[in-house]
């Protein structure tokens, strides 16, 4: 294979910047169609790197890196021991009792996942090749990633156009990092195309006003100031004034197969029957049993007093069809209690020929003989029963009722702007009655609403919650846990400093 000097020194720049381990220089790793060559020059392909940068998009699915850190580190998620299946040198159970260290494998993943996406943006934008709209999502996505870096890890390095690209990277502090994802998303917004009916994976405008509205929320996280200005919250509401979605007629519109036409799905990541899913089948397999179909992995369950807030009626929690019933043999949603094969008759039994009948008793080291059925089971997408494996199902990154109830939260905290009937709009949907208008209100709402999307860690620092003791982390951890640390083998670019108490 022929060697180019130009992509050794993508490589090196790659590697100072985010950490990324290469022991060969000389190897060619990236994608051959990353580049074209033609007379002897040889230029950056930016179709090809963008579309890179969106299928970086899919690091979000899956059961570790920023799902984990974002879900199992909560009250919503845990991974608990069973016996010799899930120990994995007790990483999960250390996200989740938030006992993680700078080598924590999940952590060093997100970290080079966020920053290598961000790294094939900055390809497609100084490119000098890519078109004017390839550049606009570019610069969306890289907020995007950017946005993510900020609120998991604090600091984020960036390297300025033109400078030397021997040069460690310089770093920006969470609070110049936040000023910069404003600067970009405030930049390009009205440049941005509208979001395409039936196709939520395109960058578009909505995704951006999405964006700045939970970017603005969470500014004073960001900014260390701990006080929601008004200004700020004023910001989030008329971003989310500006949005042109609507919400689906039934929540489970948003987890279907065919789920990319529900209107209500701001932005996405694309899957195609048959095709490249990003490990889509995740969404059922990390909880379900290996007897159940479709047959899981057995390892990821919620803890009793987190289903608990779920009311009985509540079809958020629980969603039934005749052909969920024919596939499957039981709801989506979560399920406790006996499981049943397709058709909903026969029921399973687990390996050791004991009903597999799920318990809310957990553990964080389960044996004996709920060994397979401790824990509430958790299943957030209904699966796709014409490809279990590489699903249609489009992976959501950004909803609208989350806009929605970022918005009622921002005016209950100094913004401008009416409520009108979201709180009733979402609980009428859901079968319930609606949440009390108070911060209390939404915030539980929100557990409810957003279940295992990934935004619940992001809640519950913006609430004061995540540090807290809770059923299976009974002690208040200690607040450097409110970000990650760096990973220990990121730190030798000299700008970058461990996170306070790492």
Not at 66 to 78: F, I, K, Q, R
Request: hydrophobic share 35%; charged share 20%.
């Amino acid at each position: 294979m022929k060697r180019k000097n130009f992509i050794k020194g993508f490589l090196y720049i790659s590697i100072i910047s985010f950490g990324a381990s290469c022991t060969n220089l000389d190897e060619e790793v990236l994608d051959g169609q990353s580049y074209i060559s033609s007379g002897g020059t040889t230029t950056i392909n930016s179709s090809a790197v963008l579309q890179s940068a969106y299928n970086g998009l899919r690091d979000f699915n899956g059961q570790g890196m920023m799902y984990a850190l974002d879900e199992m580190s909560t009250d919503a998620m845990v991974g608990p021991t069973r016996g010799g299946d899930w120990d994995d040198n007790g990483v999960w159970r250390q996200i989740h009792t938030q006992t993680w260290a700078p080598d924590h494998g999940e952590v060093k993943g997100a970290w080079n996942s966020l920053l290598s996406n961000v790294y094939n943006c900055n390809l497609v934008i100084e490119s000098g090749s890519a078109t004017a709209s390839e550049v606009l999502q570019a610069r969306f996505l890289r907020a995007f990633y950017y946005y993510n870096v900020v609120d998991l890890f604090g600091q984020a390095p960036y390297r300025p156009a033109g400078s030397n690209l021997l040069d460690d990277p310089k770093v920006w502090t969470r609070s110049e990092a936040t000023t910069y994802i404003i600067s970009e998303l405030e930049a390009i917004i009205s440049t941005l195309p509208a979001r395409v009916s039936g196709d939520a994976s395109i960058v578009n405008k909505d995704a951006a006003h999405f964006l700045l509205a939970k970017i603005y929320l969470n500014k004073s996280v960001f900014d260390g100031s701990g006080a929601f200005a008004a200004a700020d919250m004023t910001k989030v509401v008329q971003h989310v004034d500006a949005m042109s979605n609507t919400l689906a007629a039934n929540y489970w519109d948003n987890f279907q197969p065919n789920n990319n036409t529900s209107n209500e799905i701001v932005f996405s990541s694309k899957n195609i029957q048959g095709g490249d899913g990003g490990n889509m089948q995740s969404k059922w397999r990390m909880g379900t049993h290996y007897n159940q179909t479709p047959s899981g992995w057995n390892g990821f369950a919620t803890v009793a007093e987190y289903y608990n807030r779920f009311n009985a009626s509540d079809s958020r929690g629980k969603y039934s069809t005749p052909s969920i019933i024919s596939t499957i043999g039981n709801p989506v949603g979560f399920n406790i209690g006996q499981q049943f094969a397709p058709g909903g008759v026969t029921p399973l039994m687990d390996r050791n020929n004991n009903p597999l009948s799920y318990t809310a008793a957990l553990t964080l080291i389960t044996s004996g003989v709920t060994l397979e059925t401790a824990g509430i089971r958790g299943m957030k997408y209904v699966p796709d029963a014409g490809s279990l494996d590489k699903p249609d199902n489009d992976l959501v990154l950004m909803r609208y009722s989350d806009a929605l109830l970022m918005k009622v939260e921002a005016i209950l905290r100094g913004g401008t702007g009416s409520a009108g009937t979201i709180l009733s709009d979402i609980a009428t949907r859901a079968g319930v009655a609606a949440a009390p208008n108070t911060l209390d209100g939404i915030y539980a709402e929100r557990g409810r609403e957003l279940w295992w999307e990934g935004y619940r860690r992001n809640d519950m620092i913006r609430f004061g919650k995540f540090l807290d003791s809770r059923a299976l982390k009974p002690y208040t951890s200690a607040a450097k846990y409110l970000i990650y640390p760096i990973p220990a083998d990121a730190l030798f670019n000299a700008n970058l400093k461990q996170n306070p108490g790492y």
